[in-house]
């Protein structure tokens, strides 16, 4: 007979892999839309708004739950979508997709300290930890791949290290607002949560590139661009649900469910060779590894809180 928790479990896990995937595409179909439309505000805005809006409108029986909770939900919207893509997307205007993948591929490492010093119930395991440095090991090896070949003024470096920071600060907000989900959103449906924080946070987006002066004329978007919309409208759709789902539902600790990010650079770089013809080199293979061994020592730490 099958084990209901192991089944859980491996559901919970695939779960965590698809939302890691959908993501890493959304770099490379963010760099391509960037060719056709530069306002990263009103980008980043129509993408939330829409997906909100085909969510919202999928549940529309809970629609009160959205009212009723519209606090919970205009925190979430405000901090994860509205102010953390708002710096994701102003970051990755600037550098190119592989670098960006690379960086917020580092998030489990963040998420699992914020979560060790914030939650009681997710500490730094022997497992964990090995799991973090391996996968975090992981992504400085494809950095390091990734600076080999760069070169530029100063000024292309400060601009740089300024995009690097936002990518980073994103990283955190996105860890603080993981742990509030966890713990503030208990009996809201996940679909809710999913469509009133994009609703939100998209429509925030798309009238503050009003104010920033961002060209809004939706009717002259080129082909391209609309598929590259479509796409991310997708992405946020499916993954924001399938991983607010497994935190609500608590499938997978706060840091456990992170962990399962530091996919994202590996088919980040898999997917920009295949789509904008980026060749990957020797340190993308071994950071390859090093992040399957990171998955490996997370599912061992898994085995252990049974």
Known sequence: MFKIKNDTKAVAALGAFISSFLWSTAFVAIKIGYKYYSGQFTFAGIRFFLAGVILLLFSIKNVRMFFKNFKVLFLIGFFQIFIGYAVF?????YIDATV????????????????????????????????????????LVVVAGTAKGGSGTSTVFLISLVSVFLLILNQVINALVNIFVAKKSIG?????????????????????????????NFMQFETPLILSLAWLVFVSTFAFTIWYTILQKKLMTVSELNIWKFITPVSGAILAFFLLHEIPNVYTV???LLVVLSLFFNSRNQKEIK
């Open 89 to 93: 997307y102003t970051a990755l205007k």
């Open 100 to 139: 960006s993948s690379i960086i917020v591929g580092g998030s489990p490492v963040t998420t699992a300290l914020v979560s060790h010093i914030v939650l009681k119930d997710d500490k730094l395991s022997k497992n964990k930890i090995i799991s973090l440095l391996l996968g975090f090991a992981g992504i």
């Open 286 to 288: 071994i950071g390859l």
């Open 188 to 216: 809201i449906n996940p679909i809710i949560i999913n469509g009133g924080q994009l609703f939100i946070g998209g429509g925030l987006l798309i009238i503050l590139g009003y104010f920033a002066k961002e060209e809004q």
